[in-house]
């Protein structure tokens, strides 16, 4: 309900964003932060070239840039340069969820394709944070969840192969052996413990199942280390772009634009929880921190496209660490970014990485893929998985499945067809897109106007027929109609002062309704203002603490006439959703 009381302060938050902890604990978490999520951002591009069979100058190259660009974005996540950035600790490294495509991608056209399709896919991002008000009946979370569950289906082959990578003449059990202890510790750590401890889980597995391939197998060849340098740069194997623009890049390219569109629901859930741990005071969600967020992940892969190695994406372990320290500070995002970067010229360290045994590398991805998997679905039972959205991810999951496996007619798609319909994300993700868009497609109510003296009236005219054409009683007209005379009345009073700073300004509006029932939807969509009603809501029960005067009779009305009130804000538009409930629902709800 939107008369809620706020919830309580978190006192266990000590270094809030905005403020600078001393210099010791910033480079201490960050030294932290980095060791964590290392292993993840060498592994993935490790098992990227390995399994596509490239070259050892690539992979180093890979591995270089890797850590370069994570460093570079997870700073400017964290202290954002204009409209690009979070604002708040988000740590960025090499992305999982790429890799069955990107391994596609170098088998078929090699490392120039590759980047190139990571450069194409990247401007995907920036579209999406720009219009991302615009695309949010289209950018769900059922759509994330579904390909997100599709995932690990399309990785299975590729950790099945590295299950096998052992030298010749090793022992039988090498293999099955190391796998099973890596994962026994990746699992059992994180049911047994709880703190600090889970979040080292990961590399604990690594470490146990590296010990046992070396001591117990001799299947961890270190050759390679010794004779690796401290400190130094890599060989410059710059790919270059492939420019050719053949039929498999046509044919990969929605693949890779399907999972840049997971990558940005992730980031999107990573910058909505950042947000929520890190302040002592809850706070409305701020989207325009969220499109900041995409952005900088967009400037991630479009980076690590012209460098040629995996794109990247937001690590939701930062916020693991936040909440668990209570150091939320800027200043630690900066510091994990210098650390990433200072990695980056230890090629000791990154050699003793890249030589990790294939069976530990593929028990490793295990978790990492079962963990994307319940992600996903996390996402579809927070949405909720009624009938409809049940039925949508249904359908789109097992299409999925079917053409990943070629189970539906394959000898019918062949050729560009083949690529195009033989990754399970690609078919999977375009069914519940398409299902989506048809299964919501309502009648919806509009109106579009000017904010002034006179948009009262307009609004009342069109909420009145509204309410008319639904068939609803006296009651729920009245509460219709007091709704939108007071968030007219909030929304041109804002726009009263916006005037008064700024004479030429001018605020649209546009007013869509919907009937659901006995209930409707109303969105207020105007150009943007800088004033949060959820928090101006929250303030109310705070003795009305920061809130003027004349601001407090309109904000009460429309907490007691809406059942809920939910403020998005992006860069120039706001989108105001309020669910307004007859009297008779509001009694049954109660």
Request: glycine content about 10%; proline content about 5%; aromatic content about 8%.
């Amino acid at each position: 309900m939107a008369g809620s009381s706020p919830a309580p302060a978190r006192q266990e938050v000590r270094f809030e964003p905005d403020e600078r902890p001393p210099l010791p604990i910033a480079a201490g978490l960050g030294l932290q932060y980095a060791l964590i999520c290392l292993a993840s951002i060498v592994l993935t591009p490790t098992v990227m070239i390995t399994v596509a069979g490239g070259s050892d100058a690539y992979l180093s190259w890979a591995v270089f840039a890797a850590l370069l660009i994570s460093g570079l974005t997870t700073a400017i996540q964290a202290r954002s340069v204009g409209r690009i950035g979070a604002g708040y600790i988000l740590v960025m490294g090499s992305t999982s969820a790429f890799l069955a495509v990107s391994v596609s991608a170098l088998e078929q056209g090699g490392p120039g394709m590759l980047a190139l399709l990571i450069i194409a896919s990247s401007l995907i991002q920036f579209v999406l944070a720009s219009r991302m008000a615009l695309l949010r009946r289209i950018f769900t979370p059922t759509v994330a969840g579904t390909v997100l569950m599709l995932i690990p289906v399309t990785l299975a082959p590729m950790i099945l192969q590295k299950l096998g990578e052992v030298p010749m003449g090793a022992s039988p059990a090498a293999g099955p052996v190391t796998a099973v202890v890596t994962l026994a510790v990746m699992v059992l750590v994180p049911l047994r413990f709880s703190g600090a401890l889970r979040l080292w889980a990961p590399a604990l597995g690594i470490v146990a199942g590296c010990l046992v391939a070396g001591l117990g197998f001799g299947i961890y060849d270190l050759s390679t280390v010794s004779a690796a340098r401290w400190i130094g740069l890599p060989d410059l194997a710059y790919p270059g772009l492939d420019l050719s623009f053949r039929p498999e890049f046509w044919a990969l390219l929605p693949s890779f634009v399907m999972v840049t569109l997971v990558g940005a629901m992730d980031t999107l859930g990573d910058a909505i929880a950042i947000q929520r741990v890190s302040w002592r005071r809850p706070r409305a969600i701020d989207f325009r921190s969220i499109q900041g967020a995409i952005s900088a992940d967009g400037v991630g892969n479009l980076l690590s496209g012209l460098a040629g190695t995996v794109p990247n994406t937001t690590y939701g372990m930062s916020i693991a660490v936040a909440e668990l320290t209570g150091v939320a500070s800027r200043a630690i995002g900066i510091c994990v970014g210098i650390v990433f970067m200072a990695f980056a010229f230890l090629p000791k360290l990154l050699s003793l990485i890249i030589a990790i045994p294939g069976p530990v590398v593929a028990a490793y991805f295990v978790v990492i893929v079962a963990l994307i998997f319940v992600f996903g679905m996390k996402i579809l039972l927070q949405e909720g998985l009624d009938y409809r959205n049940g039925l949508v991810v249904g359908v789109a999951f097992w299409m999925g499945i079917a053409f990943q496996f070629d189970w539906i007619y394959p000898e019918y798609f062949q050729g560009a067809w083949a690529e195009l319909l033989g990754n399970g994300m690609t078919v999977g993700g375009f069914t519940v897109i398409l299902l989506t868009i048809v299964g919501t497609g309502g009648r919806r109510a509009r109106l579009k106007t000017r904010l002034s003296d006179d948009t009262w009236s307009e609004v009342d005219a069109f909420l009145v027929k509204f309410a008319v054409r639904n068939g609803w009683d006296e009651d729920m007209e009245t509460r219709l109609r007091a709704v939108g005379e007071e968030t007219v009345h909030i929304l041109a009073r804002e726009k009263a002062r916006d005037a008064r700073d700024a004479p030429e300004v001018t605020r649209n509006l546009l007013v869509i309704a919907r009937g659901d029932g006995p209930s409707a939807d109303i969105e207020f969509i105007a150009t943007s203002d800088e004033k949060n009603v959820e928090d101006q809501l929250a303030m109310l029960s705070e003795a009305a603490a920061g809130v003027p005067v004349e601001a407090e009779t309109p904000l009460r009305l429309l907490r007691h006439y809406a059942s809920s009130i939910r403020h998005q804000q992006y860069h120039d538009i706001d989108i105001l959703t309020i669910r307004v409930e007859s009297a008779r629902q509001v009694a049954r709800d109660f």
